[in-house]
């Protein structure tokens, strides 16, 4: 049950999108942030191209009627960000939408958290938002712990020192 409001507008890439979707936890996002942002690139690596490939979480994110589809209309600094810190347009506009709306950027790909930070955007990932979903009380720490693990039974990428580091900070919030 949730103690209080969301507060904050997210712009999502493809990697959370597809993680919390694997994990059954895309709801996070709802519950959890005011406003969530997906770029059209995303929404068609994900969506678009997830269905053309036979992906079953492409059908929950085509089926999320809270995210909020958005066009990122400025081409130039799209390009200017793919070249030096070879990032795919979906990430691009991740950053960019952020940036433009004053949000966080939701992504787990290294490379453009880098980006992103450099450019003054508050980043976060798919562990982020399960540490949110605990915060506001969507999450209790058993679900977190256990949305954790599944999340580590997946393809995702975490080493054990940041699985240990993220089941210390949500045992810390309890």
Do not use: W
Not at 70 to 79: F, H, L, P, T
Not at 88 to 109: F, K, P, S
Not at 135 to 144: I, R, S, T
């Amino acid at each position: 049950m949730k103690t209080s409001e969301p507060e904050k507008v997210v712009v999502t890439d493809s990697t959370v999108l597809i993680y919390l979707s694997k994990i059954d936890r895309l709801f996070l996002l709802n519950d959890s942030f005011e406003i969530v942002l997906v770029p059209d690139a995303v929404y068609k690596e994900v969506v678009t191209e997830g269905i053309e490939h036979g992906y079953s979480d492409a059908l929950a994110v085509r089926d999320a009627d809270f995210l909020k589809r958005e066009e990122v209309e400025d081409e130039e600094k799209i390009e200017d960000l793919r070249e030096p810190a070879k990032l795919g347009v979906g990430e691009c506009e991740a950053i960019t939408l952020a940036q433009q709306r004053d949000a966080y950027c939701l992504t787990d790909d290294h490379r453009a958290r880098k980006t992103a930070d450099s450019l003054g955007v508050t980043v976060g990932g798919t562990i982020y938002v399960l540490l949110e979903g605990l915060k506001q009380g969507v999450l209790d720490l058993e679900e977190f712990e256990k949305a954790l693990t599944e999340l580590a039974d997946t393809d995702f990428r975490m080493k054990a020192s940041l699985y240990r580091r993220a089941i210390e900070e949500a045992e810390s919030m309890d």
